[in-house]
């Protein structure tokens, strides 16, 4: 895969299949194989003589690192690949609880309250996932879109250049490491992706173009920025 990037002719056919979603799946259900009951996705990889594919991270870290279940009702993503590490300002106040498997958290500011519901349950996991639903999206109204833009204004981002690196230096030159805090594409692609229901999205969008266009003036912080 480096050899197509910087150009050259690699030496055999790049195949880095997605394995962190049987991986993930199979361990859930503990039918790894026996000579890789102990292993990473990364040894299992360089075992069978493939790439080791990382464009997306290993959320399974988020196993124990719930604070950053809260970015998850936004669609982004603070793993340890990502550059800096997110958090919101004082103007934000973040409240958390767990009712059996969902994770509810309720954002306190001066615009007033916004909420969501995450779940990543057994069931999720049995099929390779490892990163949160979103039950409950922070937009359930027009209320909201302005509060939305609030948080994001004062997200915050602290470079932390380490984590990056030592996963670079893990992976070496048998994959690509990414850094990337989400997967939209542009500022309106998150808003359809990740805040709003598809049908919603494009009601919006026919009937109220111009509102519907107002919040992505916020979301560029994250964005632009990694």
């Known amino acids: 895969m480096l050899s197509l990037i910087k150009g050259d002719m690699p030496d055999a056919m790049p195949?880095?299949?997605?394995?962190?979603?049987?991986?993930?799946?199979?361990?859930?259900t503990n039918t790894l194989?026996?000579?890789y009951k102990s292993a990473s996705i990364e040894d299992i990889?360089?075992?069978?003589?493939?790439?080791?594919?990382?464009?997306?991270s290993d959320y399974s870290y988020l196993e124990t690192a719930y604070d950053d279940w809260v970015f998850s009702a936004f669609?982004?993503?603070?793993?340890?690949?990502?550059?800096f590490s997110m958090g919101f300002n004082s103007e934000v106040?973040?409240?958390?609880?767990?009712?059996?498997?969902?994770?509810?958290?309720?954002?306190h500011t001066r615009m007033g309250e916004l909420?969501?519901?995450?779940?990543?349950?057994?069931?999720?996991?049995?099929?390779?996932?490892t990163y949160p639903w979103v039950k409950e999206r922070v937009i359930k109204n027009f209320d909201d879109w302005d509060k939305v833009g609030f948080l994001f204004e004062n997200l915050e981002l602290t470079p932390r250049y380490e984590s990056y690196l030592k996963v670079c230096e893990s992976i070496g030159e048998d994959g690509l490491v990414c850094s990337s805090p989400t997967d939209?594409?542009?500022?309106?692609?998150?808003?359809?992706k990740h805040l709003l229901p598809h049908n919603q999205f494009f009601v919006l969008y026919k009937k109220d173009r111009s509102r519907l266009e107002n919040?992505?003036?916020?979301?560029?912080?994250?964005l632009n920025r990694h």
């Open 15 to 28: 195949f880095a299949p997605r394995l962190d979603l049987w991986y993930v799946a199979a361990r859930a």
């Open 33 to 35: 194989p026996k000579e």
């Open 45 to 56: 990889c360089r075992n069978e003589g493939w790439g080791i594919y990382r464009l997306n």
């Open 184 to 192: 939209g594409g542009s500022p309106m692609h998150q808003i359809h």
């Open 115 to 129: 909420s969501s519901i995450v779940v990543l349950d057994q069931a999720a996991k049995k099929q390779g996932v």
């Open 93 to 107: 106040e973040i409240e958390t609880k767990w009712k059996g498997h969902e994770f509810h958290v309720t954002f």
């Open 75 to 83: 669609g982004i993503y603070a793993f340890p690949e990502t550059c």
């Open 215 to 222: 919040l992505p003036r916020a979301l560029p912080i994250i």
